[in-house]
């Protein structure tokens, strides 16, 4: 299925029982030099020191997050590439690690040939996406509010609102006017399309940003 030399693929997941899954399905093609890791402190270090071609990615690991692990590999590899493979299959979480520079997400209910045909893909220079990771992609989104991007002031005003603190009291922390304040308070509510300040923090809230 994989032309040329053996490629070096590194499996990052914490379940032992998925990570001796994967690898006996991969060491069928021989194409592969297979490396397991149950951390992703763990391939990130190995990565200064070897060339890895792939890396299948688990989202939730014990020592963080994979879409904190996937920015970090490709800013110190941009070459490798880094499929995310997980149970998360909500649509932001799929966003946001393609976002950190992921080459594709696939879930792990994924059949064995599902999962190698989307490392060929990816291989190929494809977006390399699951069947059902692409029916999530596709679902509208009439009750989703695309994740705004916040200025490092928004983000103090933001957590400020979350704790309760009135316009006078972030004025006087952040040392800007009042006005300024209730200027931001619009522009956050009009960023979210939140319709007061109760939806608002319920919306970052639940986006993980605060």
Same mark, same amino acid.
């Given at each position: 299925?994989?032309?040329?030399?053996?490629?070096?693929?590194?499996?990052?997941?914490?379940?032992?029982?998925?990570?001796?899954?994967?690898?006996s399905?991969?060491?069928?093609?021989?194409?592969?030099?297979?490396?397991?890791?149950?951390?992703?402190?763990?391939?990130?270090?190995?990565?200064?020191?070897?060339?890895?071609?792939?890396?299948?990615?688990?989202?939730?690991?014990?020592?963080?997050?994979?879409?904190?692990?996937?920015?970090?590999?490709?800013q110190?590899s941009?070459?490798?590439?880094?499929?995310?493979?997980?149970?998360?299959?909500?649509?932001?979480?799929?966003?946001?690690?393609?976002?950190?520079?992921?080459?594709?997400y696939?879930?792990?209910?994924?059949?064995?040939?599902?999962?190698?045909?989307?490392?060929?893909?990816?291989?190929?220079?494809?977006?390399?996406?699951?069947?059902?990771?692409?029916?999530?992609?596709?679902?509208?989104? $009439?009750?989703?509010?695309?994740?705004?991007?916040?200025?490092?002031?928004?983000?103090?005003?933001?957590?400020?609102?979350?704790?309760?603190?009135?316009?006078?009291?972030?004025?006087?922390n952040?040392?800007?006017?009042?006005?300024?304040?209730?200027?931001?308070?619009?522009?956050?509510?009009? $960023?979210?399309?939140?319709?007061?300040?109760?939806?608002?923090?319920?919306?970052?809230?639940?986006?993980?940003?605060?």
């Amino acid at each position: 299925m994989f032309n040329k030399n053996t490629l070096n693929l590194a499996i990052v997941d914490d379940h032992p029982m998925i990570l001796e899954g994967l690898k006996s399905l991969l060491q069928q093609e021989k194409k592969f030099q297979i490396f397991s890791f149950t951390k992703g402190a763990a391939i990130v270090d190995f990565i200064q020191e070897n060339k890895v071609d792939i890396v299948l990615l688990d989202i939730i690991l014990s020592d963080g997050s994979g879409l904190d692990f996937c920015k970090i590999i490709k800013q110190s590899s941009p070459h490798t590439i880094v499929l995310g493979i997980s149970n998360q299959a909500e649509r932001s979480i799929i966003f946001r690690f393609l976002e950190n520079g992921g080459n594709g997400y696939i879930l792990k209910n994924a059949d064995s040939e599902e999962i190698l045909a989307c490392i060929g893909k990816a291989l190929h220079g494809d977006l390399a996406l699951s069947k059902e990771v692409q029916q999530i992609m596709l679902r509208p989104t $009439k009750n989703t509010v695309e994740i705004p991007r916040l200025t490092k002031r928004e983000q103090q005003l933001l957590q400020a609102i979350a704790n309760g603190h009135t316009s006078v009291v972030i004025a006087e922390n952040l040392f800007i006017s009042i006005i300024t304040v209730e200027t931001h308070r619009r522009n956050l509510l009009k $960023k979210f399309q939140a319709k007061n300040m109760i939806e608002l923090v319920k919306i970052a809230t639940e986006n993980k940003l605060i």
